[in-house]
């Protein structure tokens, strides 16, 4: 199983102020998703990376797949109260094991 | 599109009682996953289909869980008997195929074992 880890685990913010959460792992992944859960709800795709050094922007959202394929970001700018949310990192699909990462639990406070 | 429907949302149950939850997947998904969400952490998988065939099951506890998908379409995940640790949301998601990338999440049941 290839471990992800996630960073920070919890991060509190106040609306309009920029935030960018990490995901690592010590395996190089031939993609990587990112999800979006709100609470009650299951994960919603937000984004798939296939490309080191890949950069894919949705409205105020910013991934970016390092260059080595073992680590990826997610910038938010000017943070947004319907941000809020556990934002995972995963592999999943195909043949290969399914992996999720820790998640970072967003807050974003009006 | 109907989402993937799952039920029941919720369920109480009490610590060596048996529980069954059940989820549909989005019309014409061939593959159909069950994972385990602990309260703080992400999903885990316990059991991947594809049609009514098991692909992936190395996580699933065998002693107490079980999951078939008999026709290939909808699938039911039981738990015989619980313990407190199953307390956890039970997620189903299905994607088109094996190798199709985005899995489509239904809402989830929640479990809570006393």
């Known amino acids: 199983t290839q471990l992800l880890e996630q960073s920070p685990q919890f991060l509190s913010i106040q609306e309009g102020e920029n935030l960018t959460v990490y995901c690592n792992s010590s395996s190089v992944f031939s993609s990587l998703q990112w999800y979006r859960q709100e609470p009650g709800e299951g994960p919603v795709l937000l984004v798939t990376v296939v490309t080191g050094g890949e950069v894919k922007k949705l409205k105020r959202l910013t991934f970016q797949f390092g260059d080595a394929r073992k680590d990826s970001s997610l910038h938010i700018t000017a943070a947004q109260p319907g941000d809020t949310g556990l934002y995972l990192c995963?592999?999943?699909?195909?043949?290969?094991?399914?992996?999720f990462g820790t998640g970072t639990k967003l807050q974003v406070i009006p | 599109e109907a989402g993937v429907a799952q039920s029941p949302r919720y369920k109480i149950i009490e610590k060596r009682q048996s529980v069954a939850f059940w989820c549909n997947p989005i019309?014409?998904?061939?593959?159909l996953y069950w994972y385990q969400q602990i309260l703080g952490q992400g999903p885990k998988l316990l059991i991947q289909?594809?049609?009514?065939?098991?692909?992936?099951d190395s996580q699933l506890p065998k002693d107490r869980f079980s999951a078939e998908r008999l026709k290939g379409v909808d699938s039911t995940l039981k738990i015989q008997p619980a313990k407190l640790e199953d307390s956890a949301v039970y997620l189903c998601a299905s994607s088109f195929f094996v190798g199709q990338e985005t899995q489509y999440f239904g809402p989830g049941t929640r479990l809570l074992v006393l």
């Open positions: 995963g592999r999943s699909g195909g043949y290969q094991k399914v992996t």
């Open positions: 289909f594809q049609n009514n065939g098991v692909v992936d």
């Open positions: 019309s014409g998904h061939a593959t």
